[in-house]
Nanobody
Framework: QLQLVESGGGLVQPGGSLRLSCAASAFTLGSYTIAWFRQAPGQEREVVSCISFTGISTNYADSVKGRFTISRDNAKNTVYLQMNSLKPEDTAVYYC?????????????????WGQGTQVTVSS
């Protein structure tokens, strides 16, 4: 059973940066495709970025391309989301989600494992 724990959220001013971490319990995180989703109040959960279990393929939502970077360090069992040039519309709870040897998908139903979420607030 994969357990995921997000950290790194907080309050940041517009234009600032945060790095989210998704720490996994599994010894073989390298077998899991990991995605970041976010959900703002009153809105549906949406995919932000995804990295394949091979680490070769990465995807980004159009709204974050050029600003966010996903990466993974399997030796540390951690996936990161570096968020730069943050905007107020990036404010949301951010979740990481995992599926073993799966393809990156924009659909939350494709992922079996979820973290509890971390709040990101972008405000002056």
């Amino acid at each position: 059973q994969l357990q995921l724990v997000e950290s790194g959220g907080g309050l940041v001013q517009p234009g600032g940066s945060l790095r989210l971490s998704c720490a996994a319990s599994a010894f073989t995180l390298g077998s899991y495709t990991i995605a970041w989703f976010r959900q703002a109040p009153g809105q549906e959960r949406e995919v932000v970025s995804c990295i394949s279990f091979t680490g070769i393929s990465t995807n980004y939502a159009d709204s974050v391309k050029g600003r966010f970077t996903i990466s993974r360090d399997n030796a540390k069992n951690t996936v990161y989301l570096q968020m730069n040039s943050l905007k107020p519309e990036d404010t949301a709870v951010y979740y990481c989600a995992g599926v073993i040897r799966g393809w990156c998908s924009p659909h939350s139903s494709a992922y079996n494992y979820w973290g509890q979420g971390t709040q990101v607030t972008v405000s002056s």
